[in-house]
């Protein structure tokens, strides 16, 4: 059964740092690209960052560029998200995924929540 | 950026109705578009890849068509466990952007 445990959310005052990471198993972690999307409080779907499997090709959105890194452990069959200098719109529910080669996002994690706020 | 349109923004509706929800992406995508079913406090669940290849394990009550731009979601006969809000998303290049959800209510 192929399991995504994302975990590291929390509370952070405005301009702080957090990690998320994500377990994944049942599946070859290390052959997939993995991706993190994002759902503010009653709105909708926004995708985050996505990493290659080799770690070679990364895509950020724009709106978290330059504050948000993607980053991955094959051996530890592990995703991350290190972000920082955090704001108040950044406050969401974090998914990981797993990204098929049509580009979907096939099986998602149960999610952890971020709130950005003093 | 391709931007994805959906409509309508809710849908009120019974059992054993068709509903059709429509996506519309800002330039052509081909076939690269998905369909993603959320229910309330709980993850996105793939429906359709590839505009019409229902996922394995989804009821084949549910369909997708489409190519380019305009691209559409069926079911066939609402379920009550259909009632949920659903996303489109296109898969053609990054960002990935997705549709700003259509919530299919209980009439």
């Known amino acids: 059964e192929v399991l995504l445990v994302e975990s590291g959310g929390g509370l952070v005052k405005p301009g702080g740092s957090l990690r998320l990471s994500c377990a994944a198993s049942?599946?070859?972690?290390?052959?997939?690209?993995m991706t993190w999307v994002r759902q503010a409080p009653g709105k909708g779907l926004e995708w985050v960052s996505s990493?290659?499997?080799?770690?070679?090709?990364?895509h950020d959105a724009d709106s978290v560029k330059g504050r948000f890194t993607i980053s991955r452990d094959n051996a530890k069959k592990s995703l991350f998200l290190q972000m920082n200098s955090l704001r108040a719109d950044d406050t969401a529910v974090y998914y990981c995924?797993?990204?098929?080669?049509?580009?979907?996002?096939?099986?998602w994690g149960q999610g952890t929540l971020v709130t950005v706020s003093s | 950026d391709i931007q994805m349109t959906q409509s309508p923004s809710s849908v009120s509706a019974s059992a054993g109705d068709r509903v059709t929800i429509t996506c519309r992406a800002s330039?052509?995508?081909?076939?690269?578009l998905a369909w993603y079913q959320q229910k309330t406090g709980k993850a996105p669940k793939l429906l359709i890849h590839?505009?019409?290849n229902l996922q394995s394990g989804v009821p084949s009550r549910f369909s997708g068509s489409g190519s380019g731009t305009d691209f559409t979601l069926t079911i066939s006969s609402l379920e009550p466990e259909d009632f949920a809000t659903y996303y489109c998303?296109?898969?053609?290049?990054?960002?990935?952007?997705f549709g700003g959800g259509t919530k299919v209510e209980i009439k």
């Open positions: 995924a797993t990204y098929t080669s049509m580009g979907s996002l096939e099986y």
């Open positions: 049942g599946f070859s972690f290390s052959s997939y690209t």
């Open positions: 990493i290659n499997s080799i770690s070679r090709l990364i």
């Open positions: 330039q052509g995508i081909s076939n690269w």
């Open positions: 590839a505009a019409s």
């Open positions: 998303q296109q898969t053609h290049s990054f960002p990935l952007t």
